[in-house]
């Protein structure tokens, strides 16, 4: 049987049973579809029933990504429609599993594939694209290093950056049209997949050093050049590459992590939200962060630059910091410390008297601290004991717990767990959907800190006003925005915003965070009506208009 025509082939612009008849007779469709012409409202609910039919969340996920393959409006669309339920589906949690069975499960390729073997094809596979300066709003890029909380994944960490692109889409509307998946193949440590005879990416160990930093350089010159005004996201890099190359290319380039930038944003935002119930001021708050990774660390660099805003000075905003990690607290004596957490290590002296060894504990640093904040990325479930947290609230009239690990097996502690041993005064917010706990005859709604509060409507404010790079104050902008949608006056009141209205929500957040880039001087369009704009730049899961093109044969 002959090939699909062009415009079926093209998830980008097949309409399938929507196909007009006039369309059908232009396009060479006549006899190829059934007879009945659909809306796409139709479509929607067709797909939608297809879609709750599906055994497992995993069928589920396999299902949207084969719709996603066919039909990228009708796709879209059905996130958006169901945008709350389907979150946790086509992203966290249910795409690490997606991504364990990557190699097993190929159907299509999606995205461009990097390897560092062949780093002479990083051009010439942005180049065969034949997309212009002006084509690309959106680059989402991996190692997939340190994916999610389930590790080293090699080139099966595709899968985050089409699924990081596809919250972007149904949220902040960004044009999947203009968008790009990329992974950086640089090799795996994970052993099961070197030794799996289908796995589809570089059989060797995961390259570092030098020619990682000259591979990571080509590919940042190379899209930075040929698509000057996209935004360049990095997700799930490593702890040893996230924050250097941030760090090496952020000041340079429109560049953003979410790991590090959006994780810190989203936890500004629950602190805000909660210093609205305490009262106390920013400024007189005492940190402890459990979990020293990239995530952790780049919350205490936010909550710390929020603090100097709020007018203590440098030296002062870091010792309110206590960073506890693997080896106990972190220590100004240990050699193996990364240059991100030095600055946040305390002096040996201090530690020195509380152990005798040296090695202080989470309990030990809590009742030593005496926090008011305490903030959980380490991905330990239980960590935060009865004994921490009764410690904790001991010299806290309202303590602020974020234990914001995923999926649920890793979270520090669970909201029902914190509110009882606190008698309901614990404020919190989570990093998993979890129901409202009831306490003393008060209904707690536990907000989620999920990154995709934030990191739609700061790409989408990135674009409306083509910021030359994001600046903190636009993150903190971001983070303002996100707490401002929340009234904390009601007792159990969440912290966060639910993300069932996560298209509006995006809205206003990209409209701080214009302002905030017109502030900041880096805006290199500012329009006279901000909220019109970012309506304007929201694509709509709508099908367009075909224009004429000669039948390109069968989609391979």
């Given at each position: 049987?002959?090939?699909?025509?062009?415009?079926?082939?093209?998830?980008?612009?097949?309409?399938?049973?929507?196909?007009?008849?006039?369309?059908?007779?232009?396009?060479?469709?006549?006899?190829?579809?059934?007879?009945?012409?659909?809306?796409?409202?139709?479509?929607?609910?067709?797909?939608?029933?297809?879609?709750?039919?599906?055994?497992?969340?995993?069928?589920?996920?396999?299902?949207?990504?084969?719709?996603?393959?066919?039909?990228?409006?009708?796709?879209?669309?059905?996130?958006?429609?169901?945008?709350?339920?389907?979150?946790?589906?086509?992203?966290?949690?249910?795409?690490?599993?997606?991504?364990?069975?990557?190699?097993?499960?190929?159907?299509?390729?999606?995205?461009?594939?990097l390897s560092i073997d062949r780093p002479q094809d990083v051009r010439r596979s942005f180049e065969a694209l034949?997309?212009?300066?002006?084509?690309?709003?959106?680059?989402?890029?991996?190692?997939?290093?340190?994916?999610?909380?389930?590790?080293?994944?090699?080139?099966?960490?595709?899968?985050?950056?089409?699924?990081?692109?596809?919250?972007?889409?149904?949220?902040?509307?960004?044009?999947?049209?203009?968008?790009?998946?990329?992974?950086?193949?640089?090799?795996?440590?994970?052993?099961?997949?070197?030794?799996?005879?289908?796995?589809?990416?570089?059989?060797?160990?995961?390259?570092?050093?030098?020619?990682?930093?000259?591979?990571?350089?080509?590919?940042?010159?190379?899209?930075?050049?040929?698509?000057?005004?996209?935004?360049?996201?990095?997700?799930?890099?490593?702890?040893?590459?996230?924050?250097?190359?941030?760090?090496?290319?952020?000041?340079?380039?429109?560049?953003?992590?979410?790991?590090?930038?959006?994780?810190?944003?989203?936890?500004?935002?629950?602190?805000?939200?909660?210093?609205?119930?305490?009262?106390?001021?920013?400024?007189?708050?005492?940190?402890?962060?459990?979990?020293?990774?990239?995530?952790?660390?780049?919350?205490?660099?936010?909550?710390?630059?929020?603090?100097?805003?709020?007018?203590?000075?440098?030296?002062?905003?870091?010792?309110?910091?206590?960073?506890?990690?693997?080896?106990?607290?972190?220590?100004?004596?240990?050699?193996?410390?990364?240059?991100?957490?030095?600055?946040?290590?305390?002096?040996?002296?201090?530690?020195?008297?509380?152990?005798?060894?040296?090695?202080?504990?989470?309990?030990?640093?809590?009742?030593?601290?005496?926090?008011?904040?305490?903030?959980?990325?380490?991905?330990?479930?239980?960590?935060?004991?009865?004994?921490?947290?009764?410690?904790?609230?001991?010299?806290?009239?309202?303590?602020?717990?974020?234990?914001?690990?995923?999926?649920?097996?890793?979270?520090?502690?669970?909201?029902?767990?914190?509110?009882?041993?606190?008698?309901?005064?614990?404020?919190?917010?989570?990093?998993?959907?979890?129901?409202?706990?009831?306490?003393?005859?008060?209904?707690?709604?536990?907000?989620?800190?999920?990154?995709?509060?934030?990191?739609?409507?700061?790409?989408?404010?990135?674009?409306?006003?083509?910021?030359?790079?994001?600046?903190?104050?636009?993150?903190?902008?971001?983070?303002?925005?996100?707490?401002?949608?929340?009234?904390?006056?009601?007792?159990?009141?969440?912290?966060?915003?639910?993300?069932?209205?996560?298209?509006?929500?995006?809205?206003?957040?990209?409209?701080?965070?214009?302002?905030?880039?017109?502030?900041?001087?880096?805006?290199?369009?500012?329009?006279?009506?901000?909220?019109?704009?970012?309506?304007?730049?929201?694509?709509?899961?709508?099908?367009?208009?075909?224009?004429?093109?000669?039948?390109?044969?069968?989609?391979?």
């Amino acid at each position: 049987m002959a090939g699909l025509p062009w415009v079926m082939s093209d998830p980008l612009t097949n309409h399938g049973t929507a196909f007009t008849r006039a369309e059908r007779e232009r396009h060479g469709l006549v006899g190829r579809l059934p007879d009945g012409v659909l809306t796409l409202d139709q479509q929607a609910r067709r797909a939608y029933g297809q879609l709750r039919r599906q055994p497992t969340d995993l069928a589920a996920h396999i299902y949207l990504e084969q719709l996603h393959d066919r039909n990228e409006v009708l796709y879209h669309r059905l996130l958006m429609d169901h945008l709350e339920e389907l979150l946790p589906i086509v992203y966290d949690p249910t795409v690490g599993q997606a991504i364990k069975d990557y190699s097993h499960e190929y159907r299509r390729p999606r995205g461009v594939f990097l390897s560092i073997d062949r780093p002479q094809d990083v051009r010439r596979s942005f180049e065969a694209l034949h997309l212009s300066a002006d084509d690309v709003d959106m680059v989402v890029v991996t190692d997939a290093e340190q994916i999610l909380g389930i590790g080293d994944w090699g080139v099966h960490g595709v899968q985050i950056s089409i699924g990081k692109l596809a919250v972007c889409t149904a949220a902040a509307g960004l044009d999947p049209g203009r968008c790009l998946p990329v992974v950086l193949d640089v090799g795996t440590d994970n052993a099961a997949l070197l030794n799996d005879p289908l796995y589809l990416g570089v059989r060797h160990s995961r390259v570092r050093g030098e020619r990682y930093d000259r591979f990571v350089a080509d590919y940042v010159r190379t899209v930075a050049e040929l698509y000057p005004h996209a935004l360049l996201h990095f997700e799930d890099f490593g702890p040893g590459n996230a924050r250097r190359i941030l760090e090496t290319y952020g000041t340079r380039h429109r560049m953003f992590n979410d790991d590090m930038q959006g994780t810190g944003a989203i936890t500004l935002a629950a602190t805000l939200s909660a210093l609205e119930v305490t009262g106390v001021p920013l400024r007189d708050q005492r940190v402890v962060v459990f979990g020293a990774g990239t995530a952790g660390v780049g919350i205490a660099d936010q909550l710390r630059a929020a603090m100097v805003r709020d007018g203590l000075d440098e030296d002062t905003a870091v010792r309110r910091f206590w960073l506890v990690d693997k080896p106990g607290l972190l220590r100004d004596d240990m050699p193996d410390l990364r240059d991100y957490q030095r600055e946040y290590a305390r002096p040996a002296a201090e530690a020195a008297d509380l152990s005798e060894d040296g090695r202080v504990d989470l309990l030990t640093t809590v009742r030593h601290a005496r926090p008011t904040l305490l903030v959980g990325t380490s991905t330990v479930r239980g960590a935060f004991t009865r004994e921490v947290v009764e410690a904790m609230a001991r010299h806290v009239e309202r303590p602020v717990v974020l234990p914001l690990s995923n999926p649920t097996e890793r979270i520090e502690v669970l909201p029902s767990e914190l509110l009882s041993w606190t008698d309901g005064r614990a404020l919190t917010a989570v990093g998993v959907p979890v129901e409202p706990v009831e306490v003393g005859g008060v209904r707690h709604v536990i907000g989620q800190a999920n990154n995709a509060l934030v990191y739609p409507g700061i790409a989408l404010g990135v674009l409306v006003s083509r910021a030359e790079r994001v600046t903190p104050g636009m993150l903190r902008a971001a983070a303002e925005a996100v707490a401002g949608q929340v009234a904390t006056g009601e007792p159990g009141a969440p912290l966060l915003p639910e993300v069932s209205n996560l298209r509006a929500s995006s809205a206003t957040v990209a409209v701080a965070v214009v302002r905030a880039a017109a502030e900041d001087g880096v805006a290199t369009v500012v329009p006279d009506d901000l909220v019109q704009a970012v309506q304007d730049a929201m694509w709509q899961p709508e099908y367009a208009p075909l224009p004429d093109a000669p039948d390109r044969g069968c989609d391979e």
